[in-house]
């Protein structure tokens, strides 16, 4: 705790009298009712109670992981950041709670608010598993997005912005951890069931493994694919569709497969993602940067499609050349969707997915879904999007 040279003792006395003052009036309010309005609180105690508060909120920060983003190294967030929430608070206003109990008084946080209050809101937010990744204090993209699954299950307006109602529902008794959506009980039958999403905002948990995983080299001979791993899996449903689309490719004259990556589990996605970052570490990046270089490319452990069992990476084994410029790229961007699968990442739709482009990751997500994804040019976030609207 931050004390000064011999005000210690006189600080911690008037700071518990203005505690127990604070707690009165917080009682005294609820009391009356549920119009209770927190701001009516705090403009009622004296100037030097926000000082108290302001120590709370020292103490917290002390005790918080030292996760500083430097300004600018998360690309994804940065256009955000540049429009500060007209009445975003600073970090000496925003409330501050070492445990789960709100401070009641005024909030806003909203895209572009930065400092201790975004970064006890991000903290609270990963200890309810709705936001993955390092709490970094700036309220970008991922942190809204979490908001936002958090206010929509809980019965609030998910408009992304945390004010006083939203603060209350986190850190109150009703808040409770993230439902994954949709449940892995809906990978039954894929091609029926609406199309799971997996991506940053919606991980599956680390133990989640799909059901009827089937070793590819079971399904798909060699004449049709080369594996570069033997013991490769996915789930049956899509190991057996990505079969019956190379062999149509085959017979169109287009042969030559290999593939490359399929199902993956949670510490393999974890090994990938830390070799990267420790790749770019090499090249002279802090550890902060080399995680947010990574994320661009890779998944972090979770939120990889890969765990889902029906993410294939493809890749043409007669050549080096790099796969947007093979015949094989130009045939699946033709006929995948035929098949049921989806180019799941392109440069094109970069800002709704998170990811560049990779024209190597097919994703099945069954015949039907697929036709419309590719008649609409939908990417699966809108799809989804279109689809619950639909409804
Ligand atoms: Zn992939």
């Not at 994320?295 to 452990?301: E, F, N």
């Amino acid at each position: 705790m931050r004390t000064r040279n011999g005000k210690s003792t006189g600080f911690l006395i008037s700071a518990l009298a203005l505690a127990a003052l604070a707690a009165f009036l917080w009682i005294f309010s609820a009391a009356k009712g549920r119009e209770y309005r927190a701001e009516a609180a705090v403009t009622a105690v004296p100037t030097s109670t926000v000082h108290a508060i302001n120590l709370v909120s020292a103490a917290a920060a002390l005790s918080a992981p030292e996760t500083h983003f430097p300004p600018g190294t998360q690309a994804p967030d940065a256009e955000e950041r540049l429009t500060a929430g007209p009445t975003a608070l600073t970090a000496a206003e925003t409330p501050v709670q070492p445990n789960a109990t709100p401070a009641p008084t005024a909030v806003y946080l909203a895209s572009g608010s930065a400092g201790e209050g975004v970064r006890t809101l991000q903290q609270r937010l990963k200890d309810l598993g709705f936001l993955e990744g390092e709490a970094d204090g700036q309220f970008g993209r991922a942190t809204k997005a979490a908001v936002v699954l958090f206010q929509k299950q809980h019965g609030l307006d998910a408009d992304g912005i945390v004010g006083e109602k939203t603060w209350r529902t986190l850190f109150g008794d009703s808040a409770h951890t993230v439902v994954v959506t949709p449940t892995p009980a809906a990978f039954h039958g894929v091609a029926e069931s609406v199309p799971v999403l997996v991506n940053k905002q919606h991980p599956v948990g680390s133990d989640f493994e799909p059901e009827h995983l089937v070793y590819i080299a079971d399904v798909i001979p060699p004449d049709v694919a080369v594996l570069a791993d033997k013991k490769a899996q996915g789930v049956s449903e899509a190991v057996y569709a990505l079969k019956t689309m190379l062999e149509a490719a085959i017979a169109d004259g287009v042969g030559h497969w290999k593939i490359r990556e399929a199902y993956r589990t949670y510490d393999a996605q974890k090994r990938i993602f830390n070799n990267y970052v420790s790749k770019y570490m090499e090249d002279g990046r802090s550890r902060s940067s080399a995680i947010s270089a990574t994320r661009l490319t890779v998944a972090d452990p979770g939120t990889s499609e890969h765990h889902t069992g029906l993410a294939f990476d493809l890749n043409a084994s007669n050549t080096s050349d790099a796969f947007v410029d093979t015949a094989q790229y130009v045939w699946l961007v033709k006929n995948c969707w035929e098949y049921g699968f989806v180019i799941r990442y392109t440069d094109e739709k970069e800002d709704v997915t998170g990811f560049l482009g990779e024209e190597w990751h097919y994703r099945y997500v069954g015949v039907e879904h697929a036709r419309r994804m590719h008649e609409k040019g939908m990417c699966l976030e809108e799809y989804l999007e279109w689809l619950g609207a639909a409804e």
